[in-house]
């Protein structure tokens, strides 16, 4: 098992930034692809962004460019650098992974863009 634990959301104004974090309670983010979806209320989970084991990086096109996915092994941390931050850009923000043939999921932080 692997609990996948997020941080760093809350109130921005548009064109402000965050960082997203997502601390994994083993020795992962290295080894396996580890992803970033959000949910905004009334709609489906989204990918964001992705990192893989070799670290190569995927993003949703309506983030490419104003949005970088990292990782820290020695953390055992993937971070989500939101720049530009958009009102379209509230929702909530998941850590994901696929450990071992199971899907973990992190409890969620909120991320809400307003004036």
């Known amino acids: 098992q692997v609990q996948l634990v997020e941080s760093g959301g809350g109130l921005v104004q548009p064109g402000g930034s965050l960082r997203l974090s997502c601390t994994a309670s083993r020795s992962i983010v290295s080894l396996y692809s580890m992803d970033w979806y959000r949910q905004a209320p009334g709609k489906q989970r989204d990918l964001v962004a992705r990192i893989t084991s070799g670290g190569s990086t995927n993003y949703a096109d309506s983030v490419k460019g104003r949005f970088t996915i990292s990782r820290d092994n020695a953390k055992n941390t993937v971070y989500l650098q939101m720049d530009s931050l958009k009102p379209e850009d509230t929702a909530v923000y998941y850590c994901?992974?696929?450990?071992?043939?199971?899907?973990?999921w992190g409890q969620g932080t909120q991320v809400t863009v307003s004036s």
């Open positions: 994901n992974t696929l450990f071992l043939y199971q899907n973990y």
